[in-house]
T-cell receptor
């Protein structure tokens, strides 16, 4: 069974730029959730995709957007990057939106 | 989601059982208790979850009090590799996990 994978592992961007982060779900899972974890804090829920539709969203501005593809992989896009967007971005997959979520290793984003 | 309260940190000795407490006094009847851990700079790792009954798997045991207002995660024989931040999360049958600050557990040789 293949686990959740994310790419890239690390990324450096400058303020105002745009970034795309990628996530491949665990085999058999059709739901992907994205979280942001600032240094020293717990992960915060950004949004979830279920069968290619957004299924729920946390308190993040519209410049955070996502996509889910027919193979259930997913992208997180962040526009107009701000310094505070520097964080570890985690994706988690689950069999359905209500089942246990399994996390990938994360992408560490640094905005300068 | 109901909130949880965990001690900010605890130490335990290698080879001994580690008992991690969590209070969730406002938990609702349909809310599960989930435990995850996060080893430095890695993604959170699922440990165990339960609704009312005690649960055990290859990693840990989860003991939930009869009134469901608190629970204890037990790592039966802690090793140095169990050093991590442990998160207790109460989750309704919905889509998101709400993480708090967790408990930083340090296992000492």
């Amino acid at each position: 069974e293949t686990g959740v994978t994310q790419s890239p592992t690390h990324l450096i961007k400058t303020r105002g730029q745009q970034v795309t982060l990628r996530c491949s779900s665990q085999s058999g899972h059709n739901t992907v959730s994205w979280y942001q974890q600032a240094l020293g804090q717990g992960p915060q829920f950004i949004f979830q995709y279920y069968r290619e539709e957004e299924n729920g969203r946390g308190n993040f501005p519209p410049r955070f957007s996502g996509l889910q593809f027919p193979n259930y992989s997913s992208e997180l896009n962040v526009n107009a990057l701000e310094l505070d967007d520097s964080a570890l971005y985690l994706c988690a997959s689950s069999g359905t939106s209500q089942e246990t979520q399994y996390f990938g290793p994360g992408t560490r984003l640094l905005v300068l | 989601d109901a909130k949880t309260t965990q001690p900010p940190s605890m130490d335990c000795a290698e080879g001994r059982a580690a008992n991690l407490p969590c209070n969730h006094s406002t938990i609702s009847g349909n809310e599960y208790v989930y435990w995850y851990r996060q080893i430095h700079s890695q993604g959170p790792q699922y440990i165990i979850h339960g609704l009312k009954n005690n649960e055990t798997n290859e990693m840990a045991s989860l003991i939930i009090t009869e009134d469901r207002k608190s629970s204890t995660l037990i790592l039966p024989h802690a090793t140095l590799r169990d050093t991590a931040v442990y998160y207790c999360i109460v989750r309704a049958n919905d889509y998101k996990l709400s993480f708090g600050a967790g408990t930083t557990v340090t296992v000492r040789a």
